[in-house]
């Protein structure tokens, strides 16, 4: 293959990023400036590549006017802002989509409480009458709201208002995308519910608090009908709700409702104990996945009066998930049983499962999975998680993993605090680190006491340059090749 002309290779790794993502126009297009400017004045793009630029200002890059940059973002925050009540959805999808970049990548806590009213105003009429892409951006947003106002008063008002409606999205996603998921599990869970006729040979399953709609497909009278929402709305409203409780919620009857929504949601996908596990279908593995997490997160601050009872109930069924087509799915499932592990340890030290054995000769197999139809990345991922848990259970301790930003280091030493921190970068992305440094909520939530003031000399400073990282890559991987040369080919030994 001809070697590429020097000047027009690609920089290895892409582009660089800032704390806030690239414009996508200026990303994909390969027209001149002059073009990716007049292109850049679209909704979609228009906040991304600003933040960008004030989180370079922000670590310390050559800032001309800080205050006049922090106006012109709350300007343009401003246009979001009234976009949401347009009566075009693309344009509330782009607005949606800015905003949540923006809350993602800065912290704006006076702007939002000047506009908290009419944020919750607009995201509730998202919510309603959106579809789809515009409901799950509406979720992410209002999870980010909670996490930039924080736990008083103002953003328990935030989530109390809200709640009910998330709860009311999540549980009809949860009874209609697939039918047939729905009708094998309660038929292998409960005696059959009623059937009501409702036209044209349609009728209505009802069980509990829901009400699965069932009728027959064009042409196809044996099939059942799929919700017209999309999978997608289901799973942020999932992690909304779960993030929105655990800051905001006060309350313990929240906390306990909130678990109880979840818990509805993942638990149809297993049998009651010993019995086997009903297909689920592979559209609804993300909904899945996003309740369990969901649910391990309040587990995290939920009381030990509580847990005892969610031990009881959940801990025989959870290993059900670990034979799931889904490796995000069978991942959450065994750090949740990892977590369950770590709560009962805490109520009880001399814990003991009674399905101990089989329980970990399931975990024994996913850490050592080396089935080919599978693919690699999927399975070195998997088995690195597998091993760590089966660990644990095993009684040996949660492996500690460090994480860097800035001048700081946090430390996540237990299961509880690694399904935290995954939980907010989840939502937050590549502006996990400016919130870990600047953000009250999650310095007060992983113990890294006040914000450290530092001006920019000292952050430049402190900055390693480009060529200070070479030297001390190409000594490690010398220090590396060294020691692993010492056991590599050793047949002459052997023999």
Same mark, same amino acid.
């Given at each position: 293959?001809?070697?590429?002309r020097?000047?027009s290779?690609?920089?290895k790794?892409?582009q660089r990023r800032?704390?806030?993502?690239?414009?996508r126009?200026q990303?994909?297009?390969?027209s001149?400036?002059?073009?990716?400017?007049?292109e850049?004045?679209?909704?979609? /793009?228009?906040?991304p590549s600003?933040?960008s630029?004030a989180?370079?200002?922000?670590l310390g890059?050559?800032a001309?006017?800080e205050?006049?940059q922090?106006?012109?973002?709350e300007? @343009?925050?401003?246009?979001y802002?009234?976009?949401?009540?347009d @009566?075009?959805?693309?344009t509330?999808?782009?607005a949606?989509?800015?905003?949540?970049?923006?809350? +993602?990548?800065r912290?704006?806590?006076d702007?939002?409480?000047?506009r908290?009213?009419?944020?919750?105003?607009?995201?509730?009429?998202?919510?309603?009458?959106?579809?789809?892409?515009e409901q799950a951006?509406?979720? &992410?947003v209002l999870?980010l709201?909670c996490v930039q106002?924080?736990?008083?008063?103002k953003g328990?008002?935030?989530?109390?208002?809200l709640q009910?409606?998330?709860v009311s999205?999540?549980?009809?996603?949860?009874a209609?995308? +697939?039918?047939?998921?729905?009708?094998?599990?309660?038929?292998s869970v409960?005696p059959f519910?009623?059937?009501?006729p409702?036209?044209?040979?349609?009728?209505h399953?009802l069980?509990g608090?829901?009400?699965?709609? !069932?009728?027959?497909v064009?042409?196809n009278p044996g099939s059942?009908?799929?919700?017209?929402v999309?999978?997608?709305?289901f799973?942020?409203?999932?992690?909304?709700?779960?993030l929105?409780?655990y !800051?905001?919620?006060?309350?313990?009857q929240?906390?306990?409702s909130?678990?109880?929504?979840l818990?509805?949601v993942f638990?149809?996908?297993c049998?009651?104990?010993?019995?086997?596990?009903?297909?689920?279908?592979a559209?609804?593995?993300?909904l899945l996945?996003a309740?369990l997490?969901a649910w391990?997160?309040?587990l995290t !601050?939920?009381?030990?009066?509580?847990?005892s009872h969610?031990?009881d109930?959940?801990?025989?069924?959870?290993?059900?998930l670990?034979?799931?087509?889904? !490796?995000?799915l069978r991942?959450? +499932?065994g750090?949740?049983?990892a977590?369950l592990?770590?709560?009962?340890?805490?109520?009880?030290e001399?814990?003991i499962?009674?399905?101990?054995?089989?329980?970990?000769?399931?975990?024994?197999t996913l850490?050592?999975? /080396?089935?080919?139809y599978?693919?690699?990345?999927?399975?070195?991922r998997?088995?690195?998680?597998f091993?760590a848990v089966?660990h644990?259970v095993e009684?040996?301790?949660c492996e500690?993993?460090?994480v860097?930003?800035?001048l700081?280091?946090?430390?996540?030493? /237990?299961?509880?605090?690694r399904?935290?921190?995954?939980?907010?970068?989840?939502?937050?992305?590549?502006?996990m680190?400016h919130?870990?440094?600047?953000?009250?909520?999650?310095?007060?939530?992983?113990?890294l006491?006040?914000?450290l003031?530092?001006? &920019?000399?000292?952050?430049?400073?402190?900055?390693?340059?480009r060529?200070?990282k070479?030297?001390?890559?190409?000594?490690a991987?010398?220090?590396?090749?060294?020691a692993? /040369?010492?056991v590599?080919?050793?047949?002459a030994?052997?023999?």
């Amino acid at each position: 293959m001809p070697r590429a002309r020097k000047g027009s290779a690609p920089r290895k790794g892409g582009q660089r990023r800032g704390a806030g993502a690239r414009s996508r126009t200026q990303a994909d297009s390969g027209s001149s400036e002059d073009e990716a400017v007049s292109e850049a004045r679209s909704t979609t /793009s228009e906040c991304p590549s600003l933040l960008s630029t004030a989180a370079e200002d922000s670590l310390g890059g050559d800032a001309v006017d800080e205050q006049g940059q922090q106006e012109d973002l709350e300007e @343009k925050l401003k246009e979001y802002v009234d976009c949401l009540t347009d @009566k075009s959805a693309k344009t509330r999808q782009g607005a949606l989509e800015s905003l949540r970049l923006a809350l +993602a990548s800065r912290l704006l806590p006076d702007f939002l409480l000047e506009r908290r009213l009419t944020l919750a105003d607009a995201l509730e009429k998202c919510l309603k009458k959106g579809k789809g892409e515009e409901q799950a951006l509406a979720a &992410a947003v209002l999870g980010l709201l909670c996490v930039q106002l924080g736990p008083g008063p103002k953003g328990e008002e935030l989530f109390h208002s809200l709640q009910p409606l998330l709860v009311s999205v999540l549980s009809d996603g949860t009874a209609c995308p +697939a039918a047939r998921l729905h009708v094998s599990v309660l038929c292998s869970v409960t005696p059959f519910p009623p059937l009501i006729p409702k036209g044209r040979g349609g009728f209505h399953l009802l069980s509990g608090s829901f009400t699965l709609r !069932v009728s027959p497909v064009a042409g196809n009278p044996g099939s059942l009908s799929n919700h017209s929402v999309a999978l997608p709305s289901f799973q942020q409203c999932a992690s909304a709700l779960g993030l929105g409780c655990y !800051v905001a919620a006060a309350d313990v009857q929240d906390l306990v409702s909130c678990l109880n929504c979840l818990e509805s949601v993942f638990s149809r996908s297993c049998g009651m104990g010993g019995s086997t596990a009903p297909v689920v279908p592979a559209s609804l593995h993300g909904l899945l996945c996003a309740a369990l997490q969901a649910w391990a997160l309040l587990l995290t !601050v939920c009381p030990s009066t509580h847990i005892s009872h969610i031990l009881d109930r959940q801990l025989p069924r959870l290993p059900q998930l670990l034979s799931s087509e889904s !490796v995000n799915l069978r991942i959450a +499932a065994g750090e949740t049983i990892a977590l369950l592990f770590e709560l009962a340890r805490d109520l009880e030290e001399d814990f003991i499962y009674e399905d101990m054995e089989a329980l970990c000769n399931a975990l024994r197999t996913l850490a050592t999975d /080396s089935n080919k139809y599978r693919a690699k990345a999927d399975r070195r991922r998997q088995r690195s998680t597998f091993r760590a848990v089966l660990h644990f259970v095993e009684g040996g301790e949660c492996e500690e993993e460090s994480v860097r930003f800035g001048l700081e280091v946090l430390y996540v030493d /237990s299961w509880a605090r690694r399904r935290i921190y995954a939980a907010f970068k989840d939502v937050l992305g590549s502006g996990m680190h400016h919130h870990l440094q600047n953000n009250e909520l999650l310095r007060d939530i992983f113990g890294l006491g006040p914000v450290l003031v530092l001006d &920019a000399t000292a952050l430049k400073a402190c900055k390693i340059s480009r060529f200070e990282k070479h030297l001390y890559n190409a000594a490690a991987f010398k220090a590396r090749t060294k020691a692993r /040369s010492r056991v590599r080919d050793k047949r002459a030994d052997i023999l």
